[in-house]
């Protein structure tokens, strides 16, 4: 069988015991304490925990799954061995309250030996038996032992040998401290030359790569209480996982199950066999199949296997991933995949001498592969090819740069001297094995040229070095630190020590219209070095969240109208509403009644910027894919900025594109409704991202229909009422990560305005109307190029006439000619310009040239022959020693050096030969 068909074969069997077949979900998973789906069950979750009824009985699929990050992390071992993998393919099926152990187990031992032909001799079963010393949950799975034992004993196998107790640790599972819990059954497979059964039990458990377990089915039977009970479950489930690679891999490493003489391998199966076809055809080189034993001093066919194994796993990985809309970038889970994706180009390009690019081509034979079964990857297989092309050349243009980095940092010089050019060159050796780097070079190596740290790790491995994680995170909290300092926000702490929580402020401002005054009770002021805020019992002021500004307005206490010019929250959730500094006021007493009244014009030019912030989103989707997902913004009343991810800048096309868009939404005037929903009732097509916090009620903003999102801001009541959205400015912030700034309602007419002022003035100057403006700008340009041309060419006239001029005037000098002077220039670019031509004519010798630039600066430059040099004259130390009598500094390599001072009157006296 080819892996497709086994795979195939999977989930026909279960087919045939009334499974639905269902397709993989996203590995963008819905849990938010989850950096990727990693197991087949995580879409199933909310059917075992109760919250939603289960649409099925029974269903199987193959789930893509990464692990990759968090708790579960294999990418260091990736191509090291030949069983790792960050991406994977996990074959399940599931019960929800229907069949439990005895179908699970019979089925499972029905499709391995009677459908696939393993050989029931090598097969074994784990069953959970607790060790009470350890405090471990529950009883002795007697259920499942007995389901085993005669299915082995009917096979004419003994079940002493057969089945093998394990603890919880290898046999108990569950979701997390509490809830849905209970024992797992394993089946390992005896993968040794040698099918004794003594020899294959002794392996079970050991991690040994001879016999490995394939089949886990867990059975939840038990909810773990708080108190450290268990209770059984009204409603029993069956989860089970098998690692499609492992047998696809076995598979063909056996020749079907049949000669298991040779090393297992995951990547003998024929899934990877297009992507090691397109590296060899890309590096000449050829997979052979070693696999070292250390990750240091490997041989070089080591080396090409171990980057061929780590290209194969990476490309699937980062395609299925891009695929589901996670992009590489700078956080989260996009970062994972950037770690991997750079990791994979350091090795293709380090080990295999692959160039810029290459990468990109790994994409085509992942979708002939893996397309049939995932069919994302053939619809968004340009996008994804699009996105590896960005991220290689921007890495592309660092990586080399920072492994030479590496290389100085991780060495010790031994000798240093000078070459025939008289510049001084230093011999170096690796550091001894054993010595670290420190975690000052893997902060530059990570800030400056884009190394994640595991990256460092591994080149220091290669070397046998380890390198100071500890330094490295102290560099890192470093930067955090500057990055706070830098931030202007003020944190306002509203409780003091000993107080009790405060009560959060009842909010009563989504509705509000011109004719709205909130009437409320002053339950506190409080008071900061710089500001003073008011805090009441209810407001309708929306204080900043979400990337909204907070409201201002004003309150009348006692008479008094005190102007409140910004609203923020506290951690416990109150409003503070900050006071005015205009002052001429008392500050009231806590218990006041007061009458809120929010500027409603402010909150309506809000509005209409954070509702064209959604109009924007759901039009970049439409456009670009669903990879593109909101990463931060910024609503103001006078404008609103959207930063979102994507791999590449805008086309002028493209934004135009997206206004036209936008804006026919607008002249729809469609409903903008927001209501207040369960979020574990939100429909499947509501936008709600990993990373944000939500509570157990969040609120719905449904634009037309047409755009949905999860919201707590304030919006208009249609599209209409936005007016026009015009967007002023496109442009990167990171790699992977976008910025549109854009204006609405009035604050888009004045842009438009003032636009259109400057258009009539151009048209003036250019005596040119609207329409003619380019086409007469381009003229003038054009002759102006022209003019600029005649101008260098003038002055190149000038220029090498002058130095013929100094050529004239050299003097011979220690047997060597030297011509040194004060010129006149335009800058300290043509200074060098010069010197160089005058060297060009002179043949041999020495050139020192300066000039002055206003009162109070001078430059001057020094350029040396090869004869000049070997006779002991070195451009760099002549300009050091110029500068320095100039009042400044400057140096450079023998040949050629430039530099400055303060002193510009000293220029001839300090020239004078």
Request: charged share 25%; with cysteine.
């Amino acid at each position: 069988m080819t892996s497709a068909q086994i795979r195939q074969s999977f989930l026909d069997f279960f087919a045939s015991k009334q499974h639905t077949i269902v397709p993989s979900s996203s590995l963008m998973p819905t849990a938010p304490n989850l950096l990727f789906t990693n197991a087949g069950m995580n879409q199933f979750v909310p059917y075992f925990l109760g919250d939603q009824p289960a649409p099925w009985k029974r269903v199987a699929d193959t789930q893509k799954c990464i692990r990759a990050g968090g708790k579960h992390n294999d990418l260091e071992d990736v191509g090291f061995d030949t069983y790792h993998h960050t991406m994977f393919e996990m074959l399940g099926n599931w019960s929800f309250g229907d069949y439990f152990k005895r179908d699970s187990i019979t089925w499972g031992w029905e499709l391995l030996t009677q459908v696939w032909g393993i050989p029931p001799q090598r097969l074994f079963a784990t069953v959970y038996s607790p060790d009470k010393s350890k405090g471990d949950p529950a009883a002795f799975d007697q259920e499942a032992y007995d389901i085993w034992a005669k299915i082995f004993r009917d096979a004419g196998l003994d079940p002493a040998v057969h089945i093998v107790n394990g603890n919880k640790k290898d046999n108990f599972w569950m979701m997390g401290d509490t809830g849905p819990c209970g024992p797992c059954s394993e089946i390992h497979f005896n993968l040794l030359p040698s099918d004794d059964e003594a020899a294959g039990r002794a392996l079970v458990n050991s991690s040994s790569p001879r016999c490995i377990e394939i089949w886990n089915h867990v059975f939840i039977q038990f909810n773990a209480n708080a108190d450290g009970t268990f209770a059984p479950l009204a409603a029993k489930h069956v989860d089970t996982g098998m690692g499609f690679e492992r047998v696809a891999g076995i598979h063909a490493t056996t020749k079907g199950f049949k000669d298991f003489s040779a090393e297992p391998s995951n990547y003998n199966a024929d899934v990877f066999r297009p992507t090691f076809d397109k590296v060899a055809a890309l590096s000449g080189k050829t997979y052979t199949g070693t696999v070292p034993t250390e990750r240091a001093g490997l041989s070089e066919q080591q080396t090409i296997d171990v980057t061929f194994r780590v290209l194969a796993d990476h490309a699937r990985c980062v395609s299925c991933a891009i695929a589901d809309g996670i992009l590489p970038g700078n956080d989260g889970r996009n970062y994972v995949i950037r770690r991997i994706l750079r990791r994979g180009i350091m090795y293709g390009r380090k080990n295999l001498g692959l160039k810029t690019g290459f990468f990109e081509q790994l994409v085509a034979p992942v979708v002939e592969s893996l397309g049939n079964v995932f069919p994302e990857l053939k619809t968004q297989r340009v996008m994804i090819e699009r996105a590896i092309r960005a991220e290689e050349e921007s890495f592309g243009r660092t990586l080399d740069k920072g492994l030479q980095i590496f290389e100085d940092r991780t060495s010790v010089t031994t000798a240093e001297g000078y070459n025939d050019k008289g510049e001084k060159i230093f011999l170096k050796k690796p550091k001894p094995q054993g010595e670290a780097v420190s975690g000052e070079v893997a902060f530059e190596l990570y800030d400056t040229y884009g190394f994640p740290l595991d990256m460092t790790q591994l080149l220091a491995a290669e070397r046998g070095l380890t390198v100071d994680v500890a330094g490295f995170e102290a560099e890192m909290e470093k930067q955090r630190e500057r990055g706070r300092a830098a931030r202007k926000t003020e944190i306002v702490v509203a409780a003091t020590e000993g107080e009790t929580a405060a009560e959060a402020t009842k909010f009563v401002g989504y509705g509000i219209d011109s004719t709205h005054a909130t009437h409320a009770k002053l339950v506190d002021v409080v008071k900061t070095e710089k500001d003073t805020f008011l805090v009441f019992d209810q407001t309708p002021f929306y204080a900043e969240m979400g990337g909204q500004v907070g409201d201002a307005g004003h309150a009348l206490i006692a008479g008094q109208k005190i102007d409140l010019v910004d609203c923020v929250k506290d951690k416990s959730g109150r409003h503070l509403h900050k006071v005015g500094s205009s002052g001429g006021f008392a500050l009231p007493a806590p218990g006041s009644t007061a009458t809120l009244q929010v500027d409603l014009a402010r909150r309506r030019a809000i509005s209409r910027h954070h509702s064209s912030a959604h109009l924007i989103h759901w039009a970049l989707r439409k456009m670009l894919g669903t990879h593109v997902r909101q990463f931060g913004t910024h609503k103001t009343p006078e404008r609103m900025r959207f930063d979102f991810t994507h791999f590449e800048a805008l086309t002028p096309a493209q934004i135009k594109e997206c206004e036209q868009l936008i804006n026919e939404k607008v002249l729809e005037n469609a409903q903008v409704e927001c209501v207040e929903i369960d979020y574990d009732k939100k429909p499947d097509d509501v936008l709600a991202f990993f990373g944000d916090k939500y509570g157990k009620r969040v609120r719905l903003v449904d634009i037309g229909g047409f755009s949905k999102e999860l919201c707590g801001g304030t919006h208009v009541g249609t599209t209409g009422e936005i007016g026009v959205i015009k967007i002023v400015a496109e442009m990167a912030i990171a790699a992977g990560t976008r910025r549109i700034e854009a204006v609405a309602g009035q604050a888009a007419f004045d842009f438009i305005a003032s636009n259109e002022v400057a258009l009539k003035a151009v048209s003036l100057k250019l005596n040119a109307g609207p329409a003619d403006v380019v086409q007469k700008l381009e003229t003038v340009l054009t002759h102006q190029k022209e003019l600029e041309r005649k101008l260098k060419a003038h002055e190149a006239k000038a220029s090498a006439g002058l130095a013929d001029e100094l050529v004239a005037r050299a003097v011979t000098k220690d047997g060597q000619k030297w011509i040194s002077a004060v010129v006149t220039v335009d800058s300290p670019d043509a200074l060098r310009s010069l010197g160089s031509q005058v060297l060009n004519k002179l043949g041999e010798g020495v050139v020192t040239l300066g000039a002055a630039f206003g009162t109070d600066k001078a430059s001057v430059v020094a350029f040396c022959s090869p004869a000049a040099i070997k006779a002991g004259v070195q451009a760099g130390k002549l300009v050091a020693d110029l500068t320095t009598k100039l009042g400044g500094k400057g140096g450079g390599t023998p040949d050629f050096a430039m530099g400055g001072g303060k002193e510009p009157a000293k220029l001839a006296e300090v020239l004078k030969l």
